[in-house]
């Protein structure tokens, strides 16, 4: 691991700095960093796969998810990656996080790092990955439909009843990620389910995953990731004229404009803003 940190930081010091939100050029991969890429995916595997036979047979969802939140801060130690967490041990609950989206290690890390009530809102894709599918059903993920409207609609309901009864729910509002540096556009759902249940909204930026995974590689780097709670946004109050997607914009474009200043990237969604009023 040492030699490959060396030769991450001698790459980090050589490579031209992009800005704004153009794509980062892509690196050269040396043949140190393909052996270091090799060895991280197998520990990956060879961790999941000794870890989902336990899973299966452990009763209780609580003590699945701190199973799965410790094998994560495990497997990301092991490959280099120094996890740093800022302001999660004061998060409301419950509460709705939203997360910004720039690579594949971002649930692993969100994993790691938030306590075990949350649980996350996937798209249902995921579910039928061999393997990331059962462990994701075994902690509790709740998986929404994106190109059936008739069962995306009957996700976003289930979504809001459980939220109503006051599950904490963790949302990539982007719902992907580009190679292009910046956030994109946000989708509502995770908002609309705050104003429905009036649960707080705590914007949670994650910063390094991007370089330590790329959009568009497969091979992982070690190297810092800083994960950061934001001070919570409170669901709008009802009345002055709007109703519950007036509300819901306004709390979206509150939590962008908080992670935009956070993460100094650039704001890849040119649409229409709203004025956050508390």
Same mark, same amino acid.
């Given at each position: 691991?040492?030699?490959?940190?060396?030769?991450?930081?001698?790459?980090?010091?050589?490579?031209?700095?992009?800005?704004?939100?153009?794509?980062?050029?892509?690196?050269?991969?040396?043949?140190?960093?393909?052996?270091?890429?090799?060895?991280?995916?197998?520990?990956?595997?060879?961790?999941?796969?000794?870890?989902?036979?336990?899973?299966?047979?452990?009763?209780?969802?609580?003590?699945?998810?701190?199973?799965?939140?410790?094998?994560?801060?495990?497997?990301?130690?092991?490959?280099?990656?120094?996890?740093?967490?800022?302001?999660?041990?004061?998060?409301?609950?419950?509460?709705?996080?939203?997360?910004?989206?720039?690579?594949?290690?971002?649930?692993?890390?969100?994993?790691?790092?938030?306590?075990?009530?949350?649980?996350?809102?996937?798209?249902?894709?995921?579910?039928?990955?061999?393997?990331?599918?059962?462990?994701?059903?075994?902690?509790?993920?709740?998986?929404?439909?994106?190109?059936?409207?008739?069962?995306?609609?009957?996700?976003?309901?289930?979504?809001?009843?459980?939220?109503?009864?006051?599950?904490?729910?963790?949302?990539?509002?982007?719902?992907?990620?580009?190679?292009?540096?910046?956030?994109?556009?946000?989708?509502?759902?995770?908002?609309?389910?705050?104003?429905?249940?009036?649960?707080?909204?705590?914007?949670?930026?994650?910063?390094?995953?991007?370089?330590?995974?790329?959009?568009?590689?497969?091979?992982?780097?070690?190297? +810092?990731? *800083?994960?950061?709670? %934001? &001070?919570? @946004?409170?669901?709008?109050?009802?009345?002055? !004229?709007?109703?519950? /997607?007036? #509300?819901?914009?306004?709390?979206?474009? +509150?939590? *962008?404009?908080?992670? %935009? &200043?956070? @993460?100094?990237?650039?704001?890849?969604?040119? !649409?229409?803003?709203? /004025?956050? #009023?508390?």
């Amino acid at each position: 691991m040492g030699n490959a940190n060396r030769a991450d930081k001698s790459a980090r010091a050589s490579a031209p700095r992009g800005g704004g939100g153009a794509a980062a050029p892509p690196q050269a991969l040396s043949l140190l960093g393909l052996v270091f890429g090799i060895c991280t995916w197998l520990q990956f595997l060879l961790a999941a796969t000794l870890v989902l036979p336990v899973l299966l047979f452990t009763p209780h969802l609580s003590r699945r998810r701190a199973m799965v939140s410790g094998l994560a801060r495990l497997a990301l130690r092991l490959a280099g990656m120094r996890l740093e967490a800022h302001g999660l041990g004061q998060l409301p609950q419950p509460c709705i996080v939203v997360a910004n989206h720039s690579s594949y290690l971002d649930g692993v890390v969100l994993a790691a790092s938030l306590p075990p009530y949350f649980s996350f809102v996937i798209k249902r894709e995921m579910s039928k990955v061999p393997l990331a599918g059962t462990l994701l059903r075994r902690i509790g993920a709740e998986f929404v439909e994106r190109g059936d409207r008739i069962r995306g609609a009957r996700d976003a309901r289930r979504l809001l009843r459980n939220a109503a009864i006051g599950h904490s729910l963790v949302f990539f509002p982007e719902g992907t990620f580009s190679a292009d540096v910046g956030l994109l556009r946000f989708h509502i759902g995770a908002f609309a389910a705050a104003v429905r249940a009036d649960l707080p909204v705590v914007p949670v930026a994650i910063r390094g995953t991007r370089r330590c995974l790329p959009p568009g590689s497969p091979w992982p780097r070690p190297g +810092a990731i *800083r994960i950061e709670a %934001l &001070a919570a @946004l409170p669901s709008l109050p009802t009345g002055r !004229g709007k109703d519950d /997607r007036d #509300q819901a914009l306004l709390l979206r474009d +509150a939590a *962008r404009d908080a992670l %935009l &200043a956070v @993460l100094g990237e650039a704001d890849l969604d040119a !649409g229409a803003r709203h /004025r956050w #009023q508390p």
